[in-house]
């Protein structure tokens, strides 16, 4: 099993950044495709970013594409998101997600998941 709890959440102003942190626990993270997922208030969660066991393959919605990187450090059992150029519509709960072996886009694949953390930007 894995227990993510994912950290950096907060209040910005657009066009800026912020950082998102998920720390796994367990000795097997490396066998995890990983996975940042949103949901806004009303809204079904949807899918963010996804990399892959060994940070060979990265995948991004469109929504996000060019704004924001997912990166892993299986030494520390670590993924973020970088956040850039923020905008009011990423405003959602953000969370960390895992999945065995095949990196997935899809919310119903991913069999692990952090508590959320909360990201809001302002106009």
């Known amino acids: 099993q894995v227990h993510l709890v994912e950290s950096g959440g907060g209040l910005v102003q657009a066009g800026g950044s912020l950082r998102l942190s998920c720390a796994a626990s367990?000795?097997?993270?490396?066998?995890?495709?990983m996975g940042w997922f949103r949901q806004a208030p009303g809204k079904e969660r949807e899918f963010v970013a996804a990399?892959?066991?060994?940070?060979?393959?990265?995948t991004y919605a469109d929504s996000v594409k060019g704004r924001f990187t997912i990166s892993r450090d299986n030494a520390k059992n670590t993924v973020l998101l970088q956040m850039n150029s923020l905008k009011p519509e990423d405003t959602a709960l953000y969370y960390c997600?895992?999945?065995?072996?095949?990196?997935?886009?899809?919310?119903?694949?991913?069999?692990?998941w952090g508590q959320g953390s909360q990201v809001t930007v302002s106009s």
């Open positions: 367990g000795r097997t993270f490396s066998s995890y495709a």
């Open positions: 990399i892959s066991r060994n940070s060979g393959t990265t």
């Open positions: 997600a895992a999945r065995l072996a095949v990196i997935t886009r899809n919310v119903g694949d991913c069999a692990y």
